[in-house]
């Protein structure tokens, strides 16, 4: 989830809304199964099972208070954004525990001690604010697996104090209950879940790594075409140099040679009009690529709306199109 949420700092478009999915479902989704995996160790003398619709609703829960909580940092981590963030999601994993909690199905009541409830949700709010400070903190690698550590202790840290409040009175005279979801069955569920979860985690790492790869390649392009035009360009350079020294030489022997004046003005004259055909190859030699420069910049720039850039790239493509016309001007 935190891998994915760093991605989604660095996405725009539509490629954002589905990284903002991708966390949403993951981080939700885990803090989910974490719960039902802790109600699976939770022992009772007698036969337990599991309200179907309530478990279903205690899923949906925390992927849609994640996904508000990501929603309102995600333009930016202002303190009142992150607390206002934290509290939904920590309400949100509160209703989450404790709807997985009404779930339960058994042969008698439960309620719970008021000090470690209250406990529970506090920890809740302060575990939700941290995970998302720390889901949207650009973070190196070896910080990132901490911060996921700090997360798992903060989410078990909930639901064991949540389950520590839990006061079970059963009652011999009600009947068993055979209805809802079996242990058995919600363990299938759980192991689906995560294993989905990881499925969620590995396809879109790969997807975001060919398009990374992608992305590189057109660099290099660009790189090894920028690189062909400055030879280029030195080699003009070396031609302008040529004839100048060409001019030059010529001017020396007109002096010298001041018999033959008006043969020497003839050369002179020649030389010169070679210089100004020079120019004028070389301004079209120049104008070629250079439209075709604009013109692809121009072009990703035009299709902003149907192949969006990221905000690198477009910087890029506009700084290409200023240097294209400042040199359009010069030549």
């Given at each position: 989830?935190?891998?994915?949420?760093?991605?989604?700092?660095?996405?725009?478009?539509?490629?954002r809304?589905a990284?903002?999915?991708?966390?949403?479902?993951?981080?939700?989704?885990?803090?989910?199964?974490?719960?039902f995996?802790?109600?699976?160790?939770f022992q009772?003398?007698?036969p337990?099972s599991?309200?179907a619709?309530?478990?279903?609703?205690?899923?949906?829960?925390?992927?849609?208070?994640?996904?508000?909580?990501?929603?309102?940092?995600g333009?930016g981590?202002s303190?009142?954004?992150?607390l206002t963030?934290?509290?939904?999601?920590g309400?949100?994993?509160?209703?989450?525990?404790?709807?997985?909690m009404?779930a339960?199905?058994?042969?008698?009541t439960?309620?719970?001690?008021?000090?470690l409830?209250?406990?529970?949700?506090?920890?809740?709010?302060?575990?939700?604010t941290?995970?998302?400070?720390?889901?949207?903190t650009?973070?190196?690698?070896?910080?990132?697996?901490v911060?996921?550590?700090?997360?798992?202790?903060?989410?078990?840290?909930?639901h064991?104090?949540?389950?520590?409040?839990?006061?079970?009175t059963?009652?011999?005279?009600?009947?068993?209950?055979?209805?809802?979801?079996?242990?058995?069955?919600?363990?299938?569920?759980?192991?689906?879940?995560?294993?989905?979860?990881?499925v969620?985690?590995l396809?879109?790492?790969?997807?975001?790594?060919?398009i990374?790869?992608?992305?590189?390649?057109?660099?290099?392009?660009?790189?090894?075409?920028?690189?062909?035009l400055?030879?280029?360009?030195?080699?003009?350079?070396?031609?302008?140099?040529?004839?100048?020294q060409?001019?030059?030489a010529?001017?020396?022997?007109?002096?010298?040679?001041?018999?033959?004046?008006?043969?020497?003005?003839?050369?002179?004259?020649?030389?010169s009009q070679?210089?100004?055909d020079?120019?004028?190859?070389?301004s079209?030699?120049?104008?070629?690529?250079l439209?075709?420069?604009?013109?692809?910049?121009?072009?990703?720039?035009?299709?902003?709306a149907?192949?969006?850039l990221?905000?690198?790239?477009?910087?890029?493509?506009?700084?290409?199109?200023?240097?294209?016309?400042?040199?359009?001007?010069?030549?």
């Amino acid at each position: 989830a935190l891998d994915m949420a760093e991605r989604l700092r660095h996405a725009d478009g539509s490629l954002r809304w589905a990284w903002h999915g991708a966390a949403s479902v993951a981080l939700g989704g885990g803090i989910w199964a974490m719960h039902f995996l802790g109600m699976l160790a939770f022992q009772l003398d007698a036969p337990v099972s599991f309200h179907a619709g309530l478990t279903v609703l205690s899923l949906a829960v925390p992927i849609l208070v994640v996904a508000v909580g990501l929603w309102l940092v995600g333009g930016g981590i202002s303190p009142v954004r992150l607390l206002t963030a934290g509290v939904i999601v920590g309400m949100g994993v509160v209703v989450m525990h404790y709807t997985g909690m009404a779930a339960l199905m058994l042969p008698g009541t439960i309620g719970y001690k008021p000090g470690l409830f209250s406990l529970s949700v506090v920890i809740a709010l302060v575990a939700a604010t941290v995970a998302l400070w720390l889901a949207l903190t650009p973070q190196r690698f070896s910080l990132r697996v901490v911060a996921a550590l700090v997360m798992g202790v903060a989410i078990c840290g909930m639901h064991y104090t949540g389950m520590g409040a839990l006061v079970v009175t059963l009652d011999p005279s009600l009947p068993e209950i055979h209805e809802g979801i079996p242990r058995t069955i919600l363990a299938a569920a759980v192991a689906a879940a995560t294993y989905g979860l990881l499925v969620l985690a590995l396809v879109a790492g790969i997807a975001d790594r060919r398009i990374s790869a992608a992305a590189a390649r057109e660099a290099e392009q660009l790189r090894r075409s920028f690189q062909a035009l400055g030879e280029e360009m030195k080699a003009r350079r070396r031609m302008e140099a040529e004839l100048e020294q060409s001019k030059l030489a010529l001017e020396q022997r007109v002096a010298e040679r001041t018999v033959d004046l008006e043969e020497a003005r003839a050369r002179a004259e020649a030389a010169s009009q070679a210089k100004s055909d020079f120019l004028a190859s070389m301004s079209h030699e120049l104008r070629t690529p250079l439209n075709s420069i604009m013109g692809f910049a121009q072009l990703l720039l035009y299709n902003r709306a149907k192949e969006p850039l990221t905000t690198k790239q477009e910087r890029a493509a506009t700084q290409i199109e200023k240097a294209g016309t400042h040199l359009l001007h010069l030549i």
